[in-house]
């Protein structure tokens, strides 16, 4: 009768160190929300502990209230993704040509068909390049026309923010893009009181460099680098000015450029005449007569690695191409961003959610029009962590906490460290994070933070952060 005390009472001591109990996460929630300044009427949380019959919720505020939930947006695009492009996929880029080969030249156009992939950079337009080479052409006595008609001409779709801005992530969309549709710009300093050396990378004529950077003593950084318009000139002309000092060894600038058509075109022609192919004719903007035949293709990264590109640094420009590649199962050519969210919004009627709680405009999240309450997102969370199909590829496009993506900085050197991946997004007022935290004992935590009101912006990560360390101790 002892022995079975004892056995009962050390059973009670292990299933009460194994839960996690609400009322203690209710308790150190409202601690930390109250020591971050954050008031718990602006938050939309919600998160479960365990799976089956065990599942448990541990907590809910405002859980089913609707909320701006900035770029965790691009879980619900990542469901709908996977859902239509199952893990494997990839996209085709293709150089097709039309015309004879007589000696080495082509006499006729080359033509740059875009298949819509994202992850189109200088390695695979080299590949392409190589593989063209084979057909033994060393001069094409013609132009180099890019077809971007898989979608339409829409660079900018007016569900992101209404200013437009030179940086990375706002790079504009097109069917033939290249290297996220941006320029690499590398200062590095010269002697001081000279001009800094500049340089664009890849070089191409379709960028133009107005370099005026000076040279300073120290390590100070104060480069200016600012996209201007010419209507004289079909590229696009980047500034640099400021100063740099002459103790840094070289900064990274990234600029967005305006015609993705033409930038992959001009870009092609320099890979080209790098291999020692010259190009007669003019780039050129067209579609690819049916005759054309195909002469190099190349093959995107995997779909589940594309995502991990849009998650892992929350990339916009590749959550609208595949949003425009779900599209083209609406209109197989000239598909809009509108066509692609029509299915991401399909999908979401499919899993059964509550449709009062949601409201998708955007597959970034780049907006306010977009609402979803954290209880919504959970069950979108909830879906890929329990459909095998798709749950490896997803967890492994997260951000890890203190290791990659934009968690790099985030729990680091904690409990969380490695134990916690998940969506952050943030723009002016909003801040969220939603994914998954693993125990020790093997259980995960399923979670979507949503915060939307006027406190500073770290303060709100530092509560998001705390309460999960607190929760995989």
Do not use: C
């Amino acid at each position: 009768m002892r022995f079975l005390v004892l056995t009962t009472a050390i059973l009670w001591m292990f299933n009460a160190h194994a839960n996690i109990e609400p009322k203690a996460v209710e308790s150190e929630l409202e601690s930390l929300a109250k020591k971050h300044g954050v008031q718990l009427k602006d938050v939309g949380m919600y998160a479960t502990s365990g799976e089956g019959e065990s599942l448990r919720t541990i907590i809910d505020v405002n859980g089913k209230i609707r909320m701006t939930p900035a770029s965790i947006t691009k879980v619900v695009t990542a469901s709908a993704v996977l859902a239509n492009f199952p893990p494997g996929h990839k996209f085709k880029t293709q150089l097709l040509g039309s015309g004879d080969i007589k000696n080495g030249v082509l006499k006729g156009n080359i033509y740059l068909k875009g298949g819509g992939d994202p992850s189109f950079v200088s390695e695979n337009m080299w590949f392409l390049v190589n593989a063209f080479l084979r057909n033994q052409v060393k001069k094409i006595e013609g132009d180099i026309v890019v077809d971007d008609s898989l979608f339409d001409k829409m660079r900018y779709d007016v569900s992101r923010q209404k200013e437009r801005v030179d940086r990375a992530y706002d790079a504009p969309v097109g069917a033939m893009s290249f290297n996220w549709n941006s320029a690499n710009i590398f200062v590095r300093p010269g002697k001081v009181g000279e001009e800094a050396k500049v340089f664009s990378d890849p070089e191409n004529d379709y960028i133009r460099l107005v370099a005026k950077a000076k040279t300073t003593s120290g390590n100070e950084n104060k480069l200016l680098a600012d996209r201007k318009e010419d209507s004289k000139f079909d590229g696009d002309v980047i500034h640099v000015g400021g100063s740099i000092g002459r103790g840094n060894k070289e900064i990274a600038i990234f600029k967005n450029i305006t015609q993705p058509d033409l930038w992959s075109g001009y870009n092609l022609k320099s890979f080209l005449a790098q291999r020692g192919v010259q190009v007669t004719g003019s780039i050129k903007t067209g579609v690819t007569p049916e005759s054309a035949e195909v002469m190099a293709e190349s093959e995107s990264k995997a779909i589940e690695q594309i995502l991990a590109d849009m998650n892992k640094f929350s990339n916009n420009y590749v959550a609208e191409m595949l949003t425009k590649n779900l599209g083209t199962f609406k209109k197989p050519k000239g598909a809009s961003l509108a066509d692609g969210v029509v299915l991401i919004n399909e999908h979401l009627k499919s899993l059964a959610l509550p449709e009062d709680q949601y409201h998708i405009e955007s597959p970034s999240g780049l907006t306010r029009e977009n609402k979803m309450s954290s209880y919504v997102m959970w069950r979108v969370l909830q879906h890929l962590r329990n459909d095998f199909r798709v749950q490896p590829e997803f967890l492994s496009s997260l951000p890890i906490a203190g290791i990659d993506g934009t968690l790099k900085k985030r729990m680091k050197d904690s409990e969380a460290e490695r134990w916690v991946r998940a969506k952050t997004g943030y723009i002016n007022n909003v801040v969220s994070l939603a994914g998954y935290a693993g125990l020790a004992d093997g259980r995960v935590v399923t979670f979507s933070f949503v915060y939307n009101g006027s406190t500073d912006e770290t303060k709100v990560r530092q509560f998001f952060d705390k309460l999960l360390i607190f929760l995989v101790k």
